[in-house]
């Protein structure tokens, strides 16, 4: 109830793959559009710009790039090996239609992110599998 996107959705897709559920239900929709950052692209970038930009101005660090939740819970559902339906619960709330920033000042330093959403969420749900693992 109170966790952000991915984490919610990566549990409950692994959740209903292990009880061999036959859907996942999402809230909302599934129209609004999310831009997300790997950690490691975050710190990268903030390097890079420590190294390449001098002006004294807020710099946006994002891909630049947006995925909406319906495609991002398809995502996640195939990271997770899960191939049953996903169900939209449509009486829980949307929140903001898109978040999406503009990066040109990033970008017009030359930095580009390197991890891929889908790389980025196949690293956490394996660390997410270990986590649940007694040995961890």
Request: hydrophobic share 35%; proline share 4%.
């Amino acid at each position: 109830d109170s966790s952000h996107v991915i984490p919610a959705l990566i549990r409950k897709f692994h959740d209903a793959r292990e009880s061999g559920a036959d859907h996942v239900v999402v809230w909302g929709t599934g129209s609004p559009r999310r831009e997300f950052l790997h950690v490691d692209d975050l710190a990268d970038a903030c390097v890079h710009l420590m190294r390449n930009h001098e002006e004294e101005q807020w710099v946006n660090v994002g891909v630049g790039q947006d995925i909406s939740i319906g495609e991002l819970a398809a995502l996640i559902g195939s990271v997770v090996g899960f191939d049953g339906e996903i169900r939209y619960d449509t009486s829980k709330p949307d929140g903001t239609p898109r978040k999406l920033l503009n990066i040109d000042t990033l970008r017009s330093t030359g930095w580009e992110s390197r991890v891929t959403l889908r790389d980025g969420l196949a690293e956490t749900y394996a660390w997410y599998r270990r986590s649940l693992s007694p040995e961890a």
